[in-house]
Structure formats: structure tokens, C-alpha cells
């Protein structure tokens, strides 16, 4: 069994953390201009789930974009 040092496996949830974080905020942000430009699009079901979306759109895409940048 290979075994992955606690620094590694520190910084890597670190910065999974981090950009759960900043996701969030960017949602956030999203959600205020949303309002703010008050698109009547009621009526209309959500193509994805809450969560499923938000890590679809935040975390796995710039999570692929970078380990294609190392390889």
C-alpha cells in the first residue's frame, strides 16, 4: 500500500478548501447580479441540482484543466 505523506495530503485538501471557497463567493456574487438584472424565468425547472452544478461548474473543471496543464 502506498503511503502519501501528511504534507501532501495537507496542502491538497487545503486547496480543494480554497476553492470550494471561492466558489461559493463567485456563486454568491452570481446569485446578487442575477437578482439585480431580474430575469422573469419562472416556471422554468433547474437543469442541475443545487450542489451537483455547483461543483460541476467550480471545482471538477478547473480540477481537469490543471492536471491537463501537468501532463
Sequence with gaps: MISIPYLTALTTYFSYGLLFVFGQIRDFFRKIIDWW???????????????????????????????????
Design 37 to 71: 438584472s431580474a430575469n422573469n424565468l419562472q416556471g422554468y425547472a433547474p437543469i442541475c441540482l443545487g450542489l451537483e452544478d455547483f461543483y460541476i461548474r467550480r471545482l471538477y473543471l478547473r480540477i481537469q484543466v490543471s492536471v491537463r496543464a501537468v501532463i
